[in-house]
């Protein structure tokens, strides 16, 4: 991980460090960090399942030590940061900001895809191409990662040698979670340049492949009932279960800070 710039707005959300960032500020900083050839960073969007992972996982946690820059991307942290004083009008959704990053960025820059399908990637890069002609895709990887972060088969070491070869600028990584922050603390130790982005699923979304939340359900917090409704079997039981722990940690963390104020 890289040394935090202390010069940002950030607040600490269950001992998480979340940027208070908006779409186009984080715009701004990925191309002037490019531009700057400033080293390697690794970006993460986060809902409260990954600051809470983060919080009562040490395994995931230790993965997670590889991100550099966290964006609140759920409301419900948006509301958290705002009540510490963020000021903050809006998330910063990794699938909204895929695609509008992808359709305003310069000329020049260059992208490499990890995750989905085949047809997701052929799909998404033939959308993105729409919205912004003049995208360079160097490359990419779409099929099966294990939990620990490597690619299937022989497939492994030859991303990697073609990652390192090309030298993509950014480095869109939808693997889903746990296993693209176990793909990406692997990984980003072996490069010298670039921008790692933990997407999830942003590469179907903007591919058409999965449905996204109507925005009236975005903006009251419920992404997360869309999406557990749309893959039930997969999702119930992880958001239950850690927007429950989410509720509890924050509780604690409320109470604790309630009773040290008492006592001063």
Not at 41 to 70: E, G, P, W, Y
Not at 158 to 177: N, Q
Request: proline share 5%; charged share 25%.
């Amino acid at each position: 991980m890289q040394p935090a710039d202390t010069t940002r707005q950030f607040k600490i959300i269950l001992g998480a460090r979340i940027e208070s960032l908006t779409y186009h500020s984080l715009g701004e900083l990925l191309i002037g960090l490019i531009r700057a050839r400033s080293g390697v960073r690794a970006i993460d969007f986060a809902n409260t399942q990954i600051v809470t992972m983060r919080r009562h996982d040490k395994d995931f946690a230790r993965l997670s030590d590889c991100i550099d820059i966290t964006l609140p991307d759920g409301m419900p942290l948006v509301w958290a940061m705002n009540r510490m004083g963020a000021g903050l009008s809006d998330r910063v959704y990794g699938p909204t900001f895929t695609r509008e990053f992808l359709r305003t960025c310069p000329s020049g820059m260059t992208h490499y895809l990890v995750g989905g399908s085949e047809e997701c990637g052929r799909r998404f890069r033939d959308r993105m191409r729409e919205l912004n002609p003049t995208l360079n895709f160097v490359g990419g990887y779409h099929g099966k990662c294990s939990a620990d972060g490597v690619l299937k088969d022989d497939d492994d070491d030859a991303v990697l040698a073609d990652i390192i070869s090309k030298r993509p600028d950014f480095i869109w990584v939808g693997l889903g979670t746990p296993k693209q922050y176990a793909w990406i603390s692997r990984v980003k130790p072996h490069l010298e340049q670039g921008i790692l982005l933990a997407v999830g699923f942003a590469f179907d979304v903007n591919a058409g492949m999965k449905p996204d939340a109507p925005l009236w359900m975005q903006r009251a917090g419920l992404t997360w009932l869309y999406r557990m409704a749309s893959e039930p079997r997969r999702l119930v039981g992880r958001y239950l279960k850690y927007n429950s722990m989410f509720l509890w940690y924050s509780a604690l963390e409320c109470l604790k800070s309630t009773g040290c104020k008492s006592e001063g």
